[in-house]
């Protein structure tokens, strides 16, 4: 069989549930200017973002109603990433 290079490839180990988040995580109001860190969760699949950015942190540049956009450093760019509120928690620091 071929190798397949899909988006979830090589993401056993990545995507593993960690806690249980609850609802706390939808009740929570971001702000534009904000630092959060994309922690994915592995149970929603929508708005997902790709993997290389777990873990990373950013600044809040766009809010939405169920998605916000967030602007991460990668390398010597920054990258805008769209992603659902599941998916990133407030910075720690």
Known sequence: MA???????????????KRNRGLSVF?????VGEKV??????????????RRYQGLAGTIVIVMRRV????VPLGEKMK?????LEHITPHKG
């Open 37 to 50: 860190v994309i922690d994915i969760d592995p149970s929603q699949v929508k708005g997902m973002p790709h």
């Open 68 to 71: 916000v956009h967030v602007e």
């Open 3 to 17: 190798r397949h290079h899909g988006y979830r490839r090589k993401t056993r180990s990545v995507f593993t549930k």
């Open 27 to 31: 009740l929570r109001n971001y702000s």
């Open 80 to 84: 805008t990433i769209i992603s659902r």
